[in-house]
């Protein structure tokens, strides 16, 4: 694993995590994972560390 970044919800409750893997100096895994029994997609992911609407 080479970087992790927590996911937030509105309250500031850790909901969630990215995790990025990398093999050979390449991407080699994204994985989302959720804090409860929520399911995130990346979608899901960008829009909590991106809130700008893009």
Known sequence: MVADMQL???RGETVG???VF???GYLAW???C???E???TLTDAHRIL???GR
């Open 50 to 52: 991106c809130p700008c």
């Open 17 to 19: 995590e990215v995790l």
């Open 38 to 40: 929520d399911t995130f």
């Open 30 to 32: 994204l994985e989302v």
């Open 8 to 10: 937030f919800g509105a």
């Open 22 to 24: 990398a093999e050979d």
């Open 34 to 36: 959720s804090g409860s």
